[in-house]
Each structure stands twice: as structure tokens, then as C-alpha cells.
């Protein structure tokens, strides 16, 4: 029997409970003081950017998902009052005036990522090797040329221009109208950012784990010291008229006050990017797929350490974290671009978009690379014997790796698989594109249930397999062996499906890409069900009836 969702009864609905909560943020990454006072946020994964109000933390959005931006990268102010964006996927520079209208700039710039404005020039570079930094205008000028990955940058005090080399640990300068570039600092630390703060000392972020910010006296002692905080995967920076320095992270999103001596102070909290791919291991901890990182939901904030005094922040140890309102997820590993997450003991076998199967250790803190090259995988489960099964959404298949890192096939022809699940001998599999989920057996893929809508993640729990219905945000529980489908949960806060492939979805590998939607699902060992809330950035706690 092949259940329906006109069919699909009312069940006894599932209580709702936030293991991690909305995202005030959704993610962060360049940043500028704005005319009016507050701080503007380029959300990458967003598409938006938002002001924040560094006194009070409020944010509001000012440019939201369904405007001209894809993906902004970093942005700037001009004298006139004007923001610049690069939206990077796309390769395209947009400008939008006090009023709030768009134009392009250009759309002739490859992963234009660093921006910046003197007076009203203004100055973007590119985020690949051998890239360029240029001035836009209506004939562009090549400042500078072969850059190992561009980034923030900004005018110095000595009139010239600053940038990082992501790629070497080298940080550069030019003057404004070209010429040779000159080198102002090797062997810095995963460079991502270059800022000045109000004193003319230059600071560069790294991206990485280590939370390092290089400092460089250029116009005094020219002495170089680290700010090391518990800060780390910063993205950009920015400075207040008070000479306060407020950073952000590609990975954990937020914003945070940082202080000469490492201290921190949250702004706004730290969030979710995704999630995307969930799962749950034997002692019952929830881990999530979250683009940049594997990730944690922690305990609970109380109410009374959810909003601790900013007069903490003086009074804090160097290197501590003074206030940290409201965090609720604690990254267990940075890994770029995870997708789908399984748990198999003390590993986490992970997917990503860009065709890698990686299995994460979390005892050694080892990752090991089990295939290339497929075509977008998604889900991903294990098998008893430890054999994985990934749903390989771009060729419509499910394949199988073993110990040995071979691939095989299970089941092909499908259209575009998504979430994939196994109960004892049986798999099961939804499929985005064909609109159904399917039993995989040994004569192929068995429908189970059609006319589903967008259906993404996929479990089982005491023979009741459960289903993300994302076009419908519901979640619903097919029984196998009849086909009837009931629904346990709707208004879900998952995100609404693409179209597949999305347009700029896919750059250079190794590049950051737009995470496709999946909102993933997975079972925990007394019949809860827990779900990535794409839609808003939360991790949920579906109670049993």
C-alpha cells in the first residue's frame, strides 16, 4: 500500500521544545559602522544583511533574503553615505544609497570578497589565487594582481592600502593609484582580515582555530604582539568611536567585543548557520552538520546567566570570556562545508557539497577522507557492520562505502535522493525531486509513499519511519508495512525548498558555496525525535505523543 498526503491522517501531535534557539543572526561576516551609529552585518549564508545596535544588541534587518543579494560577503561605507557590498557566488559589487536603493556596480569581478571606500572611490579584491585587487569605476583599474585569496581590507594611516594573502600568511600594501606591492608582514597566522584601529595600529584576524589577532605597531615601535581569546574562525572587524573593537565569525556567527588582552564580551550571541544534518549517538548527544563545523547544542542557558552586566567585562581574567549571554551550541571541530551528519560510536561520518564523505574521530581529533567526487551527497547513515550509505542527491543514487573505502551502488534511477536512514537490513531514502520516499530492497527502490512535498531528512524509531516534509513544513510518521502516513507536527520552521540546482549554488572547490536546504532528523533512544530547524537556526526536541 503507498501512502499519500491526501491520505495523511492527523496524529496525536508532538510537544516542541528548543535545544538551541532562533538565531538573533544568521551568521556574520563583514562589517562597518554605518552613518547612523550602528553596525552593519554582511550575512553570507543569509543573503542579508542586518544593523546592530552594539549597546543594546538588537538587530534588525535591513536588507533581507529576497532583495538583489545572493550571497554578501563584506561591505563598506562611502562619504556620501553609500553601502558597498561584494556578494561573492555571483561575482558581483552592488551599491545601495541612504534611501535604500540597489544598483550594480559590476558584475565582472570573480569572488569579489575585501571592499573598501576613500572618500567615494572605491576598492574590492578577489577572494581566489592569483586574483586582483581593483578600483571600480567605468574603466577599472588594476592596483595589484596575483593575490593568493584576498580579503578585508582597509586604507591605512600612510594613505595606502592593506590586504591579507589567505593563502601565504602575508599581508601586503599598495598605494591608491598602483603599483608594486609591498610585503608588511610574513608568517601571520591564517590572515583573514586587516583593520586599523583608531590609533593607526594595524590588526590582522586569522581565520582559524587558534583565535589569534596579530598585532603591528607599523607607525611606533613596530613591534608585533597576539591578542589570543577564545574567539576563534573570525571573519572581519570594526571599530567604534570609543576605539572598541567588535569582530565576527564566519563559523559561529554573532558578534563580540574584543579587548587588547583577549577578553570578550557577546553582543549578540552565537548561532547556527544551518544546521542541517543531525544525529544522535548511543549516550544520546545531538550533533549537528553546520556548514563550517561540526556542533553541539549545550545546557540550557538559566535565566540568571543569560544576561550578566556588561561591567563584567573590566573585571574579567585575560583570555576568559566576560559575558557569554545566551550560547547554546559548543563547536566540536571546525570542518568546511558538512551537509549530512551520522554518529557511529565515537565517530561522525559527514558529508559535504562538494562530493567529500569524511569520517570525523572524536577521541584522536583525526578526520579521514572515505570518497571524492560525488555528485552533492546529503544524507548519510551506517549500516551494523559500519558500512555507510550516502544519498547521492545530484546523481540519483544511493551508493555504499565500506571499510575499505570502496563505493558501490545500492539503488540508482532515483531522482533526486536526500535523506537516507536504515532500520536493521532495510533502507529507506527520500527523494526531493520525485516527491516520494522509498524502501530500498534487493529488486531496487519500493515507493512507500508518493506526493510528498519537498521530503529531506529521514528516520526510524521502533519500525515507524518519520519524515521532513519541508514544502509543507511537517513532519510525518509512515508506517512500512501499510503505508498509512499521519502527521505528528506542522508549522515547522525548516527552510523552504529550491530549485535544484540553484543558480551560483556551486563555485571553485574549495571556495565557500550557498548550502542547499536540508533539514535533517534523527532519533533518540526513548522515541524523541530531533530536527534541524534550517528556517530559523534552531535545533528542536519533537517530544513523544
Not at 587558534?210 to 573570525?234: H, K, Q, Y
Not at 520525485?434 to 512507500?448: F, K, N, Q, V, W
Request: aromatic share 6%.
Amino acid at each position: 500500500m503507498t501512502g499519500r498526503p491526501g491520505s495523511a491522517r492527523q496524529g496525536k501531535r508532538r510537544k516542541v521544545e528548543a535545544l538551541v534557539r532562533a538565531r538573533p543572526l544568521w551568521g556574520s561576516n563583514g562589517m562597518a559602522f554605518g552613518p547612523d551609529g550602528r553596525l552593519y552585518v554582511a550575512q553570507f549564508l543569509a543573503g542579508q544583511i542586518s544593523a546592530v545596535d552594539v549597546a543594546t544588541g538588537d538587530v534588525e534587518v535591513v536588507v533581507s533574503p529576497d532583495g538583489p543579494l545572493q550571497s554578501p560577503d563584506d561591505l563598506a561605507f562611502d562619504s556620501d553615505g553609500a553601502m558597498y557590498v561584494t556578494d561573492l557566488v555571483p561575482g558581483r559589487v552592488w551599491r545601495r544609497d541612504p534611501a535604500g536603493h540597489f544598483t550594480l556596480v559590476t558584475d565582472e569581478v570573480t569572488a569579489p570578497n575585501g571592499i573598501a571606500c576613500v572618500g567615494t572611490r572605491v576598492f574590492v579584491n578577489e577572494m581566489i589565487p592569483g586574483g586582483r585587487l581593483l578600483e571600480l569605476g567605468d574603466d577599472p583599474a588594476v592596483l595589484a594582481s596575483g593575490l593568493a585569496m584576498g580579503n578585508a581590507m582597509q586604507l591605512g594611516p600612510d594613505g595606502r592600502l592593506y590586504y591579507p594573502h589567505m593563502l601565504t600568511g602575508e599581508v601586503f600594501r599598495v598605494p591608491l593609484d598602483g603599483g608594486e606591492p609591498e610585503l608588511v608582514a610574513a608568517d601571520v597566522p591564517d590572515p583573514v582580515a586587516v583593520r586599523f584601529d583608531r590609533e593607526g595600529v594595524l590588526l590582522v584576524l586569522s581565520r582559524g582555530e587558534s583565535g589569534f589577532v596579530t598585532r603591528l605597531d607599523l607607525a611606533g615601535t613596530g613591534d608585533r604582539s597576539a591578542i589570543v581569546s577564545e574567539l576563534n574562525a573570525l571573519d572581519n572587524a570594526a571599530f567604534d568611536a570609543d576605539n572598541r573593537m567588535f569582530v565576527s565569525s564566519y563559523a559561529h556567527g554573532g558578534v563580540a567585543e574584543l579587548a587588547g588582552d583577549g577578553r570578550t564580551r557577546q553582543i549578540v550571541p552565537r548561532d547556527l548557520g544551518g544546521p542541517f544534518g543531525v544525529t544522535v549517538d548511543l549516550g544520546g548527544g545531538v550533533h549537528v552538520a553546520d556548514h563550517y563545523r561540526l556542533a553541539q547544542p549545550a545546557k540550557q542557558p538559566t535565566e540568571q546567566s543569560a544576561g550578566q552586566p556588561a561591567e563584567q567585562f573590566a573585571g574579567q581574567p585575560a583570555g576568559q570570556p566576560a559575558d557569554r549571554p545566551d550560547e547554546d551550541v559548543t563547536t566540536t571541530e571546525l570542518v568546511n562545508f558538512v551537509h549530512g551528519v551520522a554518529a557511529d560510536g565515537d565517530l561522525l561520518h559527514t558529508t559535504s557539497q562538494y562530493g567529500q564523505v569524511r569520517t570525523y574521530d572524536r577521541v584522536s581529533g583525526t578526520t579521514r577522507t572515505r570518497a571524492n567526487g560525488l555528485d552533492r551527497p546529503l544524507g548519510i547513515a551506517v549500516r551494523a557492520d559500519g558500512t555507510l550509505l550516502v544519498a547521492e542527491s545530484g546523481a540519483g543514487r544511493v551508493v555504499a562505502i565500506d571499510h575499505d573505502d570502496q563505493v558501490s551502488v545500492v539503488a540508482d534511477g532515483l531522482g533526486s535522493p536526500a535523506g537516507v536512514a536504515v532500520d536493521g537490513g532495510r533502507c529507506y531514502v527520500t527523494d526531493e525531486r520525485l516527491s516520494a520516499m522509498y524502501r530500498i530492497g534487493d529488486g531496487g527502490p519500493e515507493l512507500l509513499a508518493g506526493g510528498l512535498g519537498a521530503p529531506q531528512g529521514i528516520t526510524v524509531h521502533d519500525g515507524v519511519v518519520y519524515v521532513v516534509e519541508t514544502a509543507h513544513r511537517r513532519l510525518l510518521a509512515i508506517d512500512p508495512a501499510t503505508g498509512d502516513v499521519t502527521v505528528e507536527a506542522d508549522s515547522l520552521p525548516v527552510a523552504s525548498p529550491t530549485p535544484d540546482p540553484r543558480p551560483g549554488l556551486f563555485v571553485v572547490p574549495g571556495l565557500p558555496g550557498m548550502p542547499r536546504p536540508f533539514a535533517g532528523i534523527a532519533a533518540t533512544p526513548d522515541g524523541a525525535l530531533v530536527l534541524s530547524a534550517n528556517g530559523d537556526g534552531s535545533v528542536l526536541r519533537l517530544k513523544t505523543p
